[in-house]
């Protein structure tokens, strides 16, 4: 899986769309870009996935640039509850099972 | 309710003895893993399973062991032969099989903090 590098903090005020960025610069061809997030002392929970076209479910958006050399997901109108660490992930998917988990970007929603 | 258990949600045990954590699941998933996280840290991949009773290594095997018996359940021994097993452990299934991308999102239980004293 390619690795990805994401920022290690940030802040978003409630009611604000949240941008996080993700790089991952040596992607292949058939590797996807999922994002997870983590509650504090929860188990991961998956929010969206693409390859090139932007997707958009009822959690968050996904904008992958042309080169797919970077993302960004972007939470709409952030919650105290998105208050939580996102990680990026490249795999290729179909009987590649390993999902690798960085450190993620700890989103701190403030009032 | 479908959904992904792991027992019990903390666990204590003295230096030396083995330990299992349980992980069962009722979404039909053929695919199950086992994370570890340490504070402040990502999840790293102890080890998988993608069918009943076949598993593999994954990154930090070492002074674990799994069995994967029924497809239902996962469970993992923390033994005595880890040398820092004091974490937070995560088990986690998916739909697996290699049918497509979607098959791939694994869905978490809610984890067991382990301490050893």
């Known amino acids: 899986d390619a690795k990805t590098t994401q920022p290690p903090s940030m802040d978003c005020a409630e009611g604000r769309a949240a941008n996080l960025p993700c790089n991952h610069s040596?992607?292949?061809?058939?590797?996807?870009v999922y994002w997870y997030r983590q509650i504090h002392s929860q188990g991961p929970q998956y929010i969206i996935h693409g390859l090139k076209n932007n997707e958009t479910n009822e959690m968050a958006s996904l904008i992958i640039t042309e080169d797919r050399k970077s993302s960004t997901l972007i939470l709409p109108h952030a919650t105290l509850r998105d208050t939580a660490v996102y990680y990026c992930?490249?795999?290729?998917?179909?009987?590649?099972?390993?999902?690798?988990f960085g450190k993620g970007t700890l989103l701190t929603v403030n009032p | 309710d479908g959904g992904i258990t792991q027992s019990p949600k903390y666990l204590f045990r003295k230096e030396g003895q083995n330990v299992t954590l349980s992980c069962e699941q009722n979404l039909n998933h053929d695919a199950m893993y086992w994370y570890r996280q340490d504070p402040g840290q990502g999840l790293r991949l102890i080890y998988y399973s993608q069918i009943v009773n076949d598993f593999q290594k994954g990154d930090i095997a070492e002074g674990y062991s799994v069995s994967r018996e029924k497809k239902e359940s996962f469970p993992l021994t923390v033994t005595s032969a880890q040398k820092n097993p004091t974490a937070f452990y995560l088990c986690?299934?998916?739909?697996?099989?290699?049918?497509?991308?979607?098959?791939?999102?694994?869905?978490f239980g809610p984890g067991t903090r382990l301490t050893v004293l």
């Open positions: 040596t992607i292949s061809g058939n590797e996807y």
């Open positions: 986690a299934s998916s739909l697996g099989g290699g049918r497509g991308l979607k098959d791939n999102e694994q869905f």
């Open positions: 992930i490249a795999n290729s998917g179909g009987s590649n099972y390993k999902l690798t």
